[in-house]
């Protein structure tokens, strides 16, 4: 009897707060909508002041207003760059950007038990690297143009077929996608696909853009299986 193929699991949603947020309260109410549409794996707390450095003040009140409903939900919180944060705040973990902690240092900060992800660009070389250091995730892109955050590089699919067919660790694709572009990355092997204003600044609102996305991966998981 032949060995049977090895399946990769469905690709879930990694959603990411928008850059800036006013209103703590409103934002949690339109959270728990978007979460009522359909399956999210995660949600990253990634709030910036002026200079581009994490705003703690606002990550804080927001993390206050949506922690617990999220968990409520099975979604787990991290915040970003800050592991400190992650602790105080009594999230699922932290993620630390290209230039930001490094791994092992938000490892030790965080403990064993947390999640820790880590941005690796377009370079596999840094993403082996971070999972050697004890990353649970790495995050590859940008894959498409985004206004969401400065500094990306470009990553072309291929990144992540290679990067399938060689680690076990999952990896994320991040970078402008939408509902319109995501599935040549779901095909590629993202393990999750991370969306911003691909839902927040959906036209139909953040929940239709969770149900569309959450269509899409049903429909590619039914096509491989």
């Known amino acids: 009897m032949s060995k049977p193929e090895y399946t990769r699991p469905r690709t879930r949603l990694y959603l990411i707060t928008p850059p800036r947020i006013d209103d703590a309260d ?9 979460l009522s549409a359909g399956d999210v794996a995660c949600l990253q707390l990634r709030l ?5 450095a994490i705003d703690e003040a606002a990550t804080r009140e927001v993390g206050a207003a949506v922690t617990e409903m999220a968990k409520a939900y099975g979604v787990a ?3 970003n760059d800050s592991p400190q944060l992650a602790v105080e705040l ?37 993403a082996m690297q971070a999972g050697e250091a004890g990353a649970d995730y790495v ?7 985004t206004s969401t955050k400065d500094g990306t590089v470009q990553a072309t699919p291929d990144l992540l077929e290679v990067w399938q067919e060689s680690m076990e660790i999952p990896c994320v694709a991040i970078g ?3 509902v319109e572009n995501a599935a040549p ?13 691909g839902v927040w600044d959906h ?11 959450n269509r899409i991966l049903d429909e590619l998981d039914q096509g491989r299986s």
């Open 26 to 34: 409103a934002f949690a109410a339109l959270l728990e909508t978007a």
């Open 203 to 213: 036209p139909d609102g953040a929940p239709a853009a969770i149900a569309a996305f």
């Open 139 to 145: 995050a590859f892109g940008a894959f498409y143009p």
């Open 185 to 197: 990355l779901v095909t590629a092997g993202a393990d999750f696909i991370a969306v911003s204003s």
């Open 90 to 126: 009594g999230a699922d973990g932290v993620h630390v950007g290209w230039d930001d902690v490094p791994v092992k240092d938000a490892r030790a900060i965080v403990g064993k038990e947390m999640i820790v992800g880590a941005t690796a660009k377009n370079s596999r070389h840094i």
């Open 176 to 178: 402008g996608i939408t």
């Open 48 to 52: 910036k002041d002026a200079s581009g």
């Open 77 to 79: 919180v991290l915040i």
